[in-house]
């Protein structure tokens, strides 16, 4: 089975905390280490953001009703 997987490529401006960007450097760093291939930024965000609207009844069920 062939799966097409169609990329837009979107600039995010966005502002983090300091804080947060010395923990997504170390998260990259190990996330690198232990699936042995190289984690980028992208990555991550499109993981967490998938992950937002995946877990938010609320957004799925407004979804839904637009639909």
């Known amino acids: 089975m062939l799966q ?3 990329l837009n490529h979107v600039k995010i401006n966005a502002r983090i905390l300091d804080s947060t ?4 450097k170390k998260y ?13 930024n992208d990555d ?4 967490a953001l998938n992950l937002l609207f995946e877990r938010d ?3 799925r069920g407004w979804l839904k009703r637009m639909a």
């Open 57 to 59: 009844s609320a957004f």
């Open 21 to 24: 960007d010395e923990k997504l």
């Open 44 to 47: 991550v965000i499109d993981y």
């Open 28 to 40: 990259l760093q190990f996330a690198t280490v232990q699936m042995d291939t190289k984690i980028t």
């Open 4 to 6: 097409i997987t169609r």
